[in-house]
């Protein structure tokens, strides 16, 4: 059964901070890794989608990494702004199923 | 393009009653996939649909059943409600079981 762990469970920084989320899971067959965001009592937000063939994707400020034999993948988020607090949650896509670790509570202070 | 939705956004039931939660995919998706997340912790898999077929469940028993229409959307019901039902229950829509998945805004069950 695969396994999900996201550390630290909360950060708190200044804002302009560069930061790193971790994100590991046992099972090394996955299809794809998606990172989201979710704000208090809201839906999921999509942030980035990585296929199982890929190392890496950014979107702007945002670039997740994806290192399958070692069962991690890391968000680093550049620059960071008080827009940026939120939970980001790291799910790790399987066969017709997807599984979350219970996320990471980021929160930048102005 | 309408993302997707879900229905009723609050709902409050009583121990024991049975209530059923509503999903309207993405245009053009055709694979729904149901959450539960307790306060504090990530979304747990109850179960995935395709072609109006069950296709994937996690740990869930069976009071927690589904379905889903002809065109493509998709209903969450439990039945014998107990106060650990209490959740946000998020519904996903992906083209095909193992694709990017879109969230909707998810349904706030509470049992009293």
């Known amino acids: 059964k695969q396994e999900v762990t996201q550390i630290p469970a909360a950060l708190s920084v200044p804002e302009g901070e560069n930061l790193v989320l971790n994100c590991s899971f046992t099972?090394?067959?996955?299809?794809?890794l998606q990172w989201f965001r979710q704000d208090p009592g809201k839906g999921l937000t999509s942030l980035l989608l990585?296929?199982?063939?890929?190392r890496e994707q950014t979107s702007g400020r945002l670039n997740a990494s994806l290192d399958k034999s070692s069962g991690r993948s890391t968000l680093y988020i550049a620059a960071s702004q008080p827009g940026d607090s939120a939970t980001y949650l790291c799910?790790?896509?399987?066969?017709?199923?997807?599984?979350f670790g219970a996320g990471t509570r980021l929160t930048v202070k102005p | 393009d309408a993302g997707v939705t879900q229905s009723p956004t609050h709902l409050i039931k009583t121990r024991g009653q049975q209530v059923t939660l509503r999903c309207s995919p993405k245009?053009?998706?055709?694979?729904v996939s149901w959450y539960q997340q307790a306060l504090g912790q990530g979304p747990q898999f109850i179960f995935q649909y395709y072609e109006e077929e069950e296709r994937q469940r996690g740990n869930f028993p069976d009071r927690f059943s589904g379905h889903q229409f002809p065109n493509y959307s998709s209903e969450l019901n439990v039945n014998a409600l107990l106060l650990g039902d209490s959740a946000l229950y998020l519904c996903a829509s992906s083209l095909g079981g193992s694709h990017e998945q879109y969230f909707g805004p998810g349904t706030r069950l509470t049992v009293t």
């Open positions: 245009s053009g998706h055709d694979t």
């Open positions: 099972d090394s067959a996955i299809y794809n």
């Open positions: 990585i296929q199982s063939s890929q």
């Open positions: 799910a790790v896509g399987g066969n017709n199923d997807m599984r």
